[in-house]
């Protein structure tokens, strides 16, 4: 029969799990409870923010399709052009 302390123990163990998996706090990057990235939000943020900072050259919307598609493996950095290059266009909407 299991102690007092174990009992406890395991108590403490499953109510630290419940507060780390429901708590509000959004830190970005994200992280997972297994200490590995979103990668996936973190390419959704970064297509937002090149749109934010590009308007209408930039294709949000193509550039979001694209995380979906390739499971965020290919992160657009606004500053680095050969990244955000296929979301670019010169056309005036």
């Known amino acids: 029969m299991p102690s007092i302390k174990s009992l406890l123990f395991i108590a403490f163990i499953f109510a630290s799990a419940y507060l780390i998996e429901n708590s509000s706090a959004s830190p970005y990057p994200s992280l ?4 590995g ?3 996936l939000g973190i390419c959704l943020k970064n297509c ?4 934010k900072m590009f308007g209408s050259f930039f294709e949000g919307q ?3 399709d694209s995380c979906v598609k390739f499971k965020g493996k290919v992160i657009p950095d606004c500053e680095d052009l050969a990244s955000i290059a296929p979301f670019l266009n010169t056309k005036e909407e």
């Open 32 to 35: 997972d409870l297994f200490g």
């Open 37 to 39: 990235y979103d990668i």
């Open 48 to 51: 937002a923010q090149c749109k």
């Open 62 to 64: 193509l550039c979001a």
